[in-house]
């Protein structure tokens, strides 16, 4: 099956520094691309859809400013939190749809601890 | 709309014994359903989905889900369970273009 990666797998930065993941897929092309959030034993929240050569739209609730999506090729989108705060430790997730498909595939996800 | 419902957030099962995970969806649209395990500090892998044809759907390491429209419902089995099946257990409805909207998870731990 198709893979999607994501790096970093963990990453520890100071409060008020910006952070950047990447998801990438590997052997297929994704336009669209979706990152969820998964706080410590809840489900994964949808944070924004990833669109490539537009804009991210955003679910209710999640700043725009602070979560910056860029997805500025067919294989790479990329999640930049910026000004991170200790509230915004969580474990990272992203996703592309399968081509053609109605499977998604997710990548390993990136677990950041804001200090 | 689409929507998950888990009603188990627990279920403990000694070893080898049956296993049911529930699952209730609400959809106003085709309805795509996946059930997810995640072990600790991994990320998802996919154990199984429904799209169409047939109600029975058969996964990896032995489970099987069984797909009921007029209760909408996707319940998941495994007819003996074993202590690496430890593990939360999602149950997603959606799919394609848009994202999945996921259920609130159920732990299920296995007890030698």
């Known amino acids: 099956g198709a893979v999607v990666s994501q790096h970093p797998s963990r990453v520890i930065c100071k409060s008020g520094t910006s952070v950047k993941i990447e998801c990438r897929s590997l052997d297929f092309q994704a336009t669209t691309m979706f990152w969820y959030r998964q706080f410590p034993k809840q489900s994964l929240m949808l944070m924004a859809t990833s669109n490539e050569g537009s804009k991210a739209t955003y679910e209710q609730g999640v700043e725009k400013d602070k979560f910056l999506i860029n997805h500025a090729s067919l294989t790479l989108s990329t999640l930049t939190v910026t000004s991170a705060h200790p509230e915004d430790s969580s474990f990272y997730i992203c996703?592309?749809?399968?081509?053609?498909?109605?499977?998604?595939?997710f990548g390993p996800g990136t677990r950041l601890t804001v200090t | 709309a689409q929507s998950v419902t888990q009603l188990d957030s627990q279920v403990p099962v000694f070893e080898e014994a049956p296993v049911e995970l529930r699952c209730n969806y609400s959809?106003?649209?085709?309805?795509?359903l996946f059930w997810y395990v995640q072990y600790p500090n991994q990320g998802l892998q996919l154990l199984l989905k429904?799209?169409?044809?047939?109600?029975l759907v058969k996964g990896i390491n032995g489970f099987e889900a069984e797909f009921n429209k007029s209760q909408t419902s996707f319940h998941l089995r495994k007819p003996s369970v074993h202590i690496s099946d430890t593990a939360e257990y999602f149950c997603a409805v959606g799919g394609g273009n848009t994202p999945l909207v996921f259920g609130k998870g159920t732990r299920l731990s296995v007890i030698a």
């Open positions: 959809s106003s649209v085709s309805v795509y």
């Open positions: 996703s592309a749809p399968a081509q053609g498909g109605y499977e998604q595939y």
């Open positions: 429904y799209l169409s044809g047939s109600t």
